[in-house]
């Protein structure tokens, strides 16, 4: 079946030190999405990325779809404290046609102050 | 922005007894919901789809008379682990797609998550 894949599964950084997070789908997809969930807390959206060779930016998060649609990164320039939680890939289950996601297994990120 | 509640946001019960959670979409219409289970530091379990006038369609290995699903309004879908057991312990998180968004919109509001204890 479809996978998605993340690595690393954890990332701890000083703070104001860049982070990327890489997510790998076993299929193309027609779309992929990123979700980030503070400790205690629940996913929350971030974007999805539709197009090949999308790159999109939301200040200091640079989110980019490879050109095989298979593969997506997300990145943070100097990170804050406020950047810690785990960021979770997801990408359309294959073949279903009621929007479920297949989601990675997260990058949990830690930021030392 | 697109608001998903759930309710209750942690339960207790005894092993044996039944819990039902409640997850509404409270600003869009959700035909669709989508139920996951979260272990610590693991990821989402998608759990089974809800959908809104039919069956819950659920994922493999996911009992269906366990965790009983009814999606009988455009806002609102319940989750009820019937006969919980210590093992059913667990998060429980709900999500919502807004229809309002277009076909190609795949993005999920989550709810905050239900936290079951069973003893």
């Known amino acids: 079946g479809q996978q998605v894949m993340q690595i690393p599964q954890y990332q701890h950084v000083q703070e104001g030190e860049d982070f990327t997070t890489y997510c790998n789908s076993s299929t193309t997809l027609s779309n992929i999405q990123w979700y980030k969930q503070r400790p205690g807390g629940h996913p929350v959206f971030l974007i999805q990325l539709v197009k090949s060779g999308e790159v999109k930016k939301q200040k200091r998060l640079t989110f980019q779809f490879g050109e095989a649609k298979k593969n997506s990164s997300l990145h943070i320039t100097a990170t804050q404290t406020t950047d810690v939680g785990t960021y979770f890939c997801?990408?359309?289950?294959?073949?279903?046609?009621?929007?479920?996601?297949?989601f990675g297994k997260g990058t949990k990120l830690s930021v030392i102050p | 922005g697109a608001v998903v509640s759930q309710h209750p946001s942690w339960v207790i019960c005894k092993s044996g007894t039944s819990v039902k959670i409640e997850c509404r979409s409270l600003d869009f219409q959700a035909t669709t919901m989508f139920w996951y289970r979260q272990f610590p530091k693991q990821s989402l379990m998608l759990m089974a789809t809800s959908n809104e006038g039919s069956k819950a369609t659920y994922e493999q290995g996911v009992e269906k008379d366990k965790f009983l699903i009814n999606h009988a309004s455009l806002t609102l879908s319940t989750l009820t682990v019937t006969s919980a057991h210590p093992e059913d312990s667990s998060f429980y998180i709900c999500?919502?797609?807004?229809?309002?968004?277009?076909?190609?919109?795949?993005?999920?509001?989550f709810g905050p998550g239900t936290r079951l204890t069973v003893t």
């Open positions: 997801a990408g359309p289950r294959s073949g279903a046609g009621s929007y479920q996601l297949t």
């Open positions: 999500s919502a797609r807004d229809e309002g968004l277009g076909r190609g919109t795949y993005e999920q509001y």
